[in-house]
């Protein structure tokens, strides 16, 4: 398997790996160009935002500055709003919901490194993909770490960092992120009345 491959797959990898080096750069000029471009430009943020991304749904908004390592493993549905300065680490494929607000200066880290010191120093990383799903709102300053799902709904505390799965229509904050409370589920209840 190539080193792409190994990424994609959630093994080891090496990220100094040629391929990966160039799909890297090909982002970064696409990052710099959106990052540059007149605020009242969207035709031309729109055509960015489609060959960066995976998916870039109807009614994207990012403010820049923008940062990510790939953006082809990076998927939104419509109606997506990102506040400035958010990093998003795609070593690993992203999915982000219909609706989803994203606070300024949130981190998304798909990419990971070995705990074991031997092993880090080697230089290999693995990745872990992450899904946020509709509706959901993330307050600024947030990290979101590898391997997570956000369910439908949820919203996140500002400064708060994620390191475990968040049930839907949950309020979590803090470091680590614990349940503040868990919103009413009207059609669950709905059909319990049934």
């Known amino acids: 398997m190539s080193e792409k491959e190994n990424m994609l797959a959630g093994l080891f990898y090496d990220p100094s790996d040629a391929e990966l080096e160039k799909a890297r750069q090909e982002a970064r000029r696409l990052l710099w160009q959106y990052n540059s471009t007149d605020p009242a430009d969207s035709e031309k943020r729109k055509d960015l935002t489609a060959r960066l991304f995976g998916q870039a749904g109807e009614g994207l908004h990012i403010e820049p500055p923008f940062f990510c390592d790939y953006g082809r493993h ?105 349940p503040i409370r868990q919103f009413y589920d009207f059609k669950k209840d709905d059909k319990n009345q049934q």
């Open 74 to 178: 990076i998927f939104f549905e419509n109606r997506v709003f990102i506040n400035f300065n958010c990093v998003i680490l795609d070593c690993a494929r992203v999915d982000i919901g219909e609706g989803t607000q994203i606070g300024p200066s949130v981190q998304i880290y798909t990419a990971t490194h070995p705990t074991e010191p031997k092993s880090r120093a080697e230089g290999k990383e693995f990745a872990a993909p992450i899904k946020i799903g509709k509706n959901v709102w993330i307050g600024g300053g947030s990290i979101i770490l590898p391997g997570v799902t956000i369910g439908d709904h949820a919203v996140i505390g500002a400064g708060s960092v994620v390191n475990k799965d968040v049930p839907a229509l949950a309020v979590v904050a803090g470091n680590p992120a614990k």
